[in-house]
């Protein structure tokens, strides 16, 4: 079955621990994703990455870390995480087009909460 | 820079009540525009898309058309079910711009 997953799905932490939360997809996509969902501030960009070795900041970088030595893989780092990153993280993955860019949909994981007391 | 900007929710209707949501955005390029929609619980799943202008996109009784004249991406569907309670999230990819920005989520909720 085609699918994007991500783990945990639920994560209590404190202020300053680091983690990690991965990122796989099974479609060989290039494109791969990191959000996060706030109420009242939609669907934020963090990272990004357009193939293996290649990323990028989205809109809201500050206090993440990605990377991408696998395809398949993007997992998405907190060194020291803080409360104000308490929310809701989406892992997407999306196949680019060879004709220069135009996107076709992208492909959603089932989300992590994470906590951060 | 890019932009997309949707009507604020929440939106409550009844069922079998006639939809439309607003979506608007600005681009510096020739943007693709989608409509994702996210049960509750659930990631998102991409609705509907439209790739260049006059382009409509349509699924599940719901559409929306790029006008390009007007910046707009509007979703419609003519009876809503109690089913399709849910937030959608327009969105906007540009090939100018490898970012993919979407709008701040409608929550819609029909009542039976």
């Known amino acids: 079955e085609a699918q994007v997953t991500q783990n945990p799905r639920y994560l209590i932490t404190v202020t300053g621990k680091k983690l990690t939360v991965t990122c796989s997809q099974n479609m060989n996509h290039e494109y791969m994703s990191w959000y996060r969902q706030d109420p009242g501030l939609g669907l934020r960009q963090i990272y990004y990455?357009?193939?293996?070795?290649?990323?990028d900041k989205g809109d809201v970088p500050e206090g993440y870390k990605v990377s991408r030595k696998e395809k398949r893989n993007f997992p998405l780092i907190l060194e020291s995480p803080s409360p104000n990153q308490t929310s809701l993280y989406f892992c997407a993955s999306s196949p680019l087009l060879r004709t220069g860019g135009v996107y076709n949909e992208q492909f959603f994981g089932p989300g992590t909460r994470l906590t951060v007391l | 820079g890019n932009s997309v900007t949707q009507m604020e929710g929440p939106v409550t209707l009844s069922e079998e009540a006639f939809l439309t949501i607003n979506c608007t955005y600005t681009a510096t390029g020739y943007p693709s525009l989608f409509w994702y929609v996210q049960y509750p619980g659930e990631g998102l799943q991409l609705l509907l898309k439209?790739?260049?202008?006059?382009d409509k996109g349509s699924n599940k009784g719901f559409e929306a058309t790029y006008r390009k004249e007007t910046t707009s991406f509007h979703l419609e569907k003519g009876s809503v079910q109690v089913s399709d309670s849910a937030v959608y999230f327009c969105?906007?990819?540009?090939?100018?711009?490898?970012?993919?920005?979407f709008g701040k989520g409608t929550r819609l909720h029909i009542l039976p």
């Open positions: 439209a790739t260049k202008a006059d």
């Open positions: 969105a906007l990819s540009d090939r100018k711009d490898d970012k993919i920005i």
């Open positions: 990455s357009m193939n293996v070795e290649v990323t």
